[in-house]
Nanobody, 124 residues
Framework: QVQLVESGGGLVQAGGSLRLSCAAS????????MGWFRQAPGKEREFVAG????????YYEDSVKGRFTISRDNAKNIMYLQMDSLKPEDTAVYYC?????????????????WGQGTQVTVSS
């Protein structure tokens, strides 16, 4: 069973950047497809980006395409989300998720393991 810990959240002005990290332990990281989700106050948790086991395939929610970049380092058991050109509507708690599958899933039920989340706040 893999454990996931997010870090890198914080307060940033609109137009700024943040890099989130998701450190994994307790499992073979390279067997897991990984994803980032976010949940804003009063809203449902939503898919942001996903990456395949090898890192060769990625997929983004439309509103973050061209601004966010997902990546992973299987040698270091860590996944990243580089967030540029941040907007106030990106404000949310960001969660990383993992599942022992080969392909990317965009639905919540597609991931078995979840981190505790990290807060991202973008001020206007």
């Amino acid at each position: 069973q893999v454990q996931l810990v997010e870090s890198g959240g914080g307060l940033v002005q609109a137009g700024g950047s943040l890099r989130l990290s998701c450190a994994a332990s307790g499992g073979t990281f390279s067997i897991y497809a990984m994803g980032w989700f976010r949940q804003a106050p009063g809203k449902e948790r939503e898919f942001v980006a996903g990456i395949s086991r090898s890192g060769g395939s990625t997929y983004y929610e439309d509103s973050v395409k061209g601004r966010f970049t997902i990546s992973r380092d299987n040698a270091k058991n860590i996944m990243y989300l580089q967030m540029d050109s941040l907007k106030p509507e990106d404000t949310a708690v960001y969660y990383c998720a993992a599942d022992p599958r080969s392909h990317i899933a965009t639905e919540l039920t597609g991931y078995r393991y979840w981190g505790q989340g990290t807060q991202v706040t973008v001020s206007s």
